[in-house]
């Protein structure tokens, strides 16, 4: 069975400053799908970023980045200059072609002003 | 385009009514999601339903749990009775399929008290 492994509760960073959040997966699948949802206080799951198994390239959404290790099996996510208002939970997520999508138990980040 | 959007956006009531939260996936996709989120259990996906279709209700948790989605526009879950157990915050999600699109869409979320 899949699983998604968020090692860091909580991490902080100051403003405008870089941090990187944590993700270990595990599958024998070779095509899935990984993603970065941000859930702010009002709750709203919003996707950060999405990458492809199959693509060596590492996804880049702006500020946001991500460091896929396919082999090692690992997917982090890095913020750089941070914003007060990436204060939020963010989940790792994993996904093949099906319907099944694998959640982590979420990284709450502080950004300190 | 309009997001998924969902209604109510909180929802307060005494145990033993019944609950619809209603659901407006993203025009053009063909795949919906309801999931419940506690910080208990996490993300818990309750129903999957594929053209219109529910494929996999695996995860609803009981009799009291119904979710319908009569055309590709529209989708409901009903709880009937409500328990203070199912308070959470409830998810619809859409996607579409084929391709390589495997993104999922969240509304905002009906955050659900039972008293």
């Known amino acids: 069975a899949q699983t998604v492994t968020q090692s860091q509760p909580e991490m902080s960073v100051q403003e405008a400053e870089t941090v990187t959040l944590s993700c270990t997966y595990d599958?024998?699948?070779?095509?899935?799908?990984l993603f970065w949802y941000k859930q702010p206080p009002s709750r709203q799951m919003i996707l950060v970023i999405r990458q492809e198994a199959y693509k060596q390239q590492n996804a880049t959404e702006n500020r946001f980045s991500v460091n896929f290790q396919k082999a090692a099996k690992s997917f982090s996510l890095k913020i750089s200059d941070s914003q007060l208002g990436d204060a939020a939970m963010y989940f790792c997520t994993w996904a093949s072609g099906t319907y099944k999508y694998i959640f982590g138990t979420g990284t709450r980040l502080k950004v300190l002003a | 385009d309009a997001g998924v959007i969902q209604s109510p956006r909180h929802e307060v009531t005494e145990m033993g009514q019944e609950v619809t939260l209603r659901c407006k996936p993203i025009?053009?996709?063909?795949?919906l999601f309801w999931y419940r989120q506690t910080m208990m259990r996490g993300l818990e996906l309750l129903i999957y339903?594929?053209?219109?279709?529910?494929?996999?209700d695996s995860g609803m948790p009981e009799d009291r749990f119904s979710a319908k989605m009569p055309n590709a526009s529209f989708s409901t879950l009903k709880i009937q009775p409500s328990e203070p157990r199912d308070s959470a915050v409830y998810f619809c999600a859409s996607r579409t399929t084929g391709g390589r699109q495997e993104t999922q869409y969240f509304g905002p979320g009906t955050r659900l008290l039972v008293l």
């Open positions: 599958t024998s699948e070779s095509d899935y799908y």
């Open positions: 339903f594929n053209n219109n279709v529910p494929i996999d």
């Open positions: 025009s053009g996709h063909n795949s």
